[in-house]
């Protein structure tokens, strides 16, 4: 993989800093493993203490995909994964995108080399024709959630493309921390709520994917045809 170490002084507040809270902290590790029904652990990957607490993007060494393909899929310099974890109890490979307010929802994309562009523009295209997405929204795939696009692109290229020494499946979870101090810098449309969190997540899914929903999880959160967003889970302010 691709290492990104932190390149700023340590924070005390925000979803880089929770994650990191959560995952050095073994109470923390041991209430999350629990609140996601994983009786036989998970191994985080990323970021951990030891590792500097970084983070990563391209290559995937435990799925065993290859770098011919990675190249051929995205331009260099894919997502960069907030957290990453093996959840060994459900045999999943999780991807985890961190929140701690609203405005790391909403991104849109950096990319200014025009063949690197025609490249992700033609990916999200490709992913949303396989979604069966019913309205195709340049404004929300290529602009306002363009990161939440290319999560599911890349969600859907490593399902497809890892090696058959990994059995299991690769899942995207949204972590949402709640009560986050960040408020105090962000006072305006900061959600302090579950219910906040959850119509904000619900409104940016629907608003691009526009696809039917099918279901929901053991907590409530609808989840969504042909699809592998996971439900979040509030980490208490107390750990």
């Excluded at 932190?6 to 880089?16: A, F, L, V």
């Excluded at 396989?130 to 306002?144: E, I, T």
């Excluded at 020494?165 to 810098?185: S, T």
């Excluded at 039917?212 to 989840?223: E, L, M, S």
């Amino acid at each position: 993989m691709s290492k990104i170490l932190p390149n700023h002084k340590p924070q005390i507040y925000g979803s880089q800093h929770d994650i990191q809270v959560l995952t050095s902290n073994p109470s923390a590790r041991a209430r999350f493993a629990d609140s996601i029904g994983s009786t036989n652990g998970i191994e985080w990957l990323s970021p951990i203490e030891n590792d500097g607490f970084s983070e990563y993007r391209d290559e995937f060494p435990e799925l065993g995909v290859s770098a011919d393909a990675l190249k051929a899929f995205w331009p260099s310099g894919g997502p960069q994964w907030d957290g990453i974890f093996i959840d060994h109890t459900h045999g999943t490979y999780v991807l985890v995108e961190a929140k701690a307010h609203l405005k790391e929802i909403f991104n849109s994309t950096a990319a200014k080399d025009a063949c690197s562009v025609k490249k992700i523009q033609n990916r999200l295209r490709e992913l949303a024709q396989s979604l069966r997405v019913k309205s195709f929204h340049d404004d929300y795939w290529f602009g306002s959630l363009y990161q939440m696009a290319n999560r599911l692109a890349f969600l859907d290229f490593l399902n497809n493309n890892a090696a058959k020494c990994w059995r299991g499946k690769v899942r995207l979870m949204y972590l949402i921390f709640l009560n986050d101090p960040i408020a105090e810098k962000y006072p305006v449309g900061i959600p302090e709520t579950e219910d906040a969190w959850r119509a904000a997540i619900y409104f940016a899914k629907h608003q691009m994917l526009n696809i039917p929903v099918i279901g929901t999880v053991a907590a409530g959160v609808p989840i969504l045809a042909q699809q592998n967003i996971e439900n979040y889970i509030p980490i208490p302010s107390d750990i």
